[in-house]
């Protein structure tokens, strides 16, 4: 297999280079060179996926076996569709990395691979798409949704679309389980969302690359949802976390009303927590037949604060600062509950 990750240096980009060169593959990494470092045994190339001259360029490295498209977060639909047109002619199957957003119904309502996305042309700009009143739909999501009618529209039955909710483990750049862990490791009463009995579905970065591997390498197309089938307790999540990190800390479990009164951002301040009905509810049991294999979710927090305390340092991004209720807010909140 010859294979082209754009992307390809930190988080699941990098992960999945390393996973292909761990199959024998031959990887060629397309990015920017501003984030992260080159795994090592890969073919980089440098530019931006947004230059036509750089992209011309980039196709002359080719032909692979398949695209796996770590970086199209932060592009319009647009974009989306100049890399896949640009490179139809010197790839066979792209494998492009997505998100439960772009589904109508989310986080509001369960889903599965079938149920229906927002709409959103190919060929939209930057600027396609709202967020509603409650955070439902999102702008981004209208994007997303966008760039997977891109790639549809140049490789049809031959794009392959991985839908994560949301991925942790070593090398975390958003922050969520990072922040958790050093809260643990702090200790004292913890503001926790209530109910604890509340399941969570995170997957493992490293799941999800060997998946896109697998995906990379078949003949399946259409969406995947990539969530963890049996998830984790959020009780049982923020035990582990204090188990692993030696934390003396007790969680106070607080019902989301009294959150709401006292301003607590969901998703952000507690990472994690959300009360939506859908966000905890998505079904990957396609993915699971096509072979999605997923650690229990206490490996990735012990393997994730094994990362931290060796100094792991993940790329900077601003999502990061977002995560994590400040200690002075989270201190009067706990006061004012006695």
Not at 20 to 42: K, P
Not at 163 to 168: D, F, K, Q
Not at 203 to 213: I, K, P, Q, S
Not at 306 to 324: E, F, K, S, T, Y
Request: glycine share 12%; charged share 20%; proline share 7%.
């Amino acid at each position: 297999m010859k294979i082209l990750v754009i992307g390809g240096t930190w988080f699941l980009g990098k992960r999945i280079a390393e996973g292909g060169l761990a199959r024998g593959w031959s990887v060629t990494t397309f990015n920017r060179g501003r984030s992260g470092r080159e795994v090592e045994g890969v073919t980089p190339v440098h530019g931006d996926r947004t230059d036509p001259d750089d992209l011309q360029r980039l196709s002359q490295q080719g032909p692979w076996d398949a695209v796996i498209d770590t970086s199209s977060s932060d592009f319009a639909p647009r974009e989306v569709l100049q890399a896949t047109t640009s490179l139809r002619t010197v790839v066979r199957r792209w494998v492009h990395v997505s998100t439960v957003s772009v589904y109508q119904g989310w986080p509001n309502q369960a889903l599965t691979d079938s149920s229906p996305l927002l709409d959103c042309p190919a060929d939209a700009d930057a600027s396609y798409g709202y967020t509603g009143e409650d955070g439902s739909p999102t702008l981004y999501g209208f994007q997303k949704a966008g760039g997977e009618r891109a790639v549809t529209e140049v490789f049809g039955d031959s794009a392959v679309f991985l839908r994560p909710g949301v991925i942790l483990g070593p090398g975390e750049y958003v922050g969520r389980l990072p922040w958790w862990l050093g809260r643990a490791k702090r200790g004292g009463r913890i503001l926790a969302p209530a109910p604890s009995s509340q399941p969570i579905q995170p997957v493992d970065v490293r799941d999800v690359a060997e998946f896109a591997l697998d995906q990379a390498a078949g003949d399946a197309s259409g969406g995947f949802n990539v969530t963890h089938p049996d998830g984790i307790t959020f009780a049982d999540f923020l035990g582990e976390c204090l188990a692993v990190t030696g934390g003396a800390g007790k969680p106070e479990w607080v019902d989301p009303g009294v959150l709401a009164q006292h301003g607590v951002a969901q998703w952000t301040e507690l990472p994690l927590w959300r009360t939506h009905a859908g966000v905890w509810s998505v079904d990957s049991s396609r993915a699971q037949s096509a072979g999605l294999r997923c650690r229990p979710i206490a490996e990735t927090i012990r393997d994730t604060w094994a990362w931290l305390a060796a100094d792991g340092r993940p790329v900077d991004h601003p999502r990061r600062a977002a995560h994590g209720i400040v200690p002075e807010k989270e201190a009067k909140i706990l006061a004012a509950l006695g």
